[in-house]
């Protein structure tokens, strides 16, 4: 069997650990769209599963910087991943969490305000603006607000706020 992948390829993983309720959906995507990559990025009832496709070399460099590069609040326990064949997509997308399967979900603990949330709060330019829900993916309340499994906004005590 060849070790040498094709020029182009996709792939799946899986990611375990605080790897919600951090911004890692967002990072996810952005991170793709910055490699060209196409495909698809899930909450999966405590993991993260991404299906990602593209040229193999900025694939690999992709799947390295999910870890490396991860959002500061978020802890990647375990990532594995699995090539792919016959998969295909035409951008890349944020879907739906699912909560088909037994939650593993850890909700990272509630954090005070970072900086960046404090400068927008005072800044009277800024569309933030003394906004009394403000936080973001490196701080401000989880635990707290989570009502049920998937953790998504719906299902937490902040879905009758607009955004």
């Known amino acids: 069997m060849s070790s040498v992948l094709p020029r182009s390829q996709a792939v799946k993983v899986r990611l375990s650990g605080h790897v919600q309720g951090v911004g890692f959906r ?16 899930q909450n999966r009832m405590g993991d993260v599963e991404v299906v990602a496709c593209g040229e193999t070399s900025m694939l690999q460099r992709f799947c390295d910087d999910i ?59 800024d569309r933030r603006y003394q906004y009394p829900f403000i936080n973001c993916t490196q701080c401000g309340p989880r635990y707290t607000l989570i009502q049920s499994l998937p953790y998504d906004r719906p299902n937490t005590s902040m879905s009758e706020f607009p955004m």
């Open 67 to 125: 870890v490396d590069r991860a959002p500061p609040l978020s802890k990647v326990t375990a990532a594995e991943r699995q090539w792919l064949q016959d998969t295909f997509f035409d951008s890349f997308e944020i879907v739906a969490s699912t909560a088909a399967a037994s939650p593993e979900i850890a909700v990272p603990p509630d954090y005070f305000m970072c900086d960046e949330c404090r400068m927008e709060l005072q800044d009277p330019d």
């Open 26 to 41: 967002p990072f996810i995507y952005r991170l793709a769209r910055n490699y060209g990559i196409t495909g698809q990025v």
